[in-house]
């Protein structure tokens, strides 16, 4: 087997294993449906190629530092995505059909994936095994197939999500309750995403 296809099977893998990612495109597909779960899905996807794009250029080293100096802003995450966990959880049922912006939930899903110093670094150790001859056109085709990959991954996440939502369509409040403890997940998993 070839070295995409090797990426291409243990990237599948890995989209199978949850982390704070997966638990905020669930808890938004749950919530708000498949359109806003994919948003979600298209802000994580942007936010992991930006960290690539970083890797590829060189300068996850540079993002390794400001990480350490700059470690509050994912602090903030946390506390918000804690906050809104705690408030779906407490979400009366006739608020549940408010459907937010779609750049809402692209916003959220970029900035935890950016935030997530844990996805960079493993990014920057796991991609760059892939690459044969170490230039950059090799190493912008393997973090382009990573990603589509994971794309795709997170897209079926937000479809299973979708169905369970369909499920619990009768029963709002726990869907909201359900929501709310993806989100608060997805908080606490930035949180314990260390270095």
Request: hydrophobic share 60%.
């Amino acid at each position: 087997m070839n070295s995409l296809g090797v990426l291409v099977l243990a990237t599948a893998v890995l989209v199978m294993i949850p982390g704070p990612n997966v638990a905020l495109i669930v808890a938004n597909s749950l919530r708000y449906g498949i359109r806003m779960g994919v948003m979600t899905v298209v802000g994580t996807t942007a936010g992991v190629a930006a960290q690539l794009a970083l890797v590829v250029i060189g300068l996850a080293a540079v993002v390794e530092f400001a990480a350490d100096t700059l470690v509050w802003i994912r602090w903030a995450g946390v506390v918000y995505l804690v906050w809104l966990g705690i408030r779906m959880w407490r979400e009366p049922v006739a608020e549940s059909q408010e459907v937010e912006a779609a750049p809402a939930m692209f916003c959220r899903g970029c900035l935890l994936a950016v935030l997530n110093p844990k996805i960079l670094l493993f990014n920057a150790a796991f991609v760059p095994q892939f690459v044969g001859d170490g230039s950059t056109a090799q190493f912008a085709l393997v973090a382009t197939v990573f990603v589509g990959v994971l794309f795709v991954g997170d897209v079926l996440w937000a479809l299973f999500a979708n169905s369970a939502r369909q499920l619990l369509r009768r029963n709002a409040l726990w869907r909201n309750r359900i929501t709310g403890i993806f989100l608060a997940a997805a908080g606490i998993g930035l949180a314990f995403s260390r270095r």
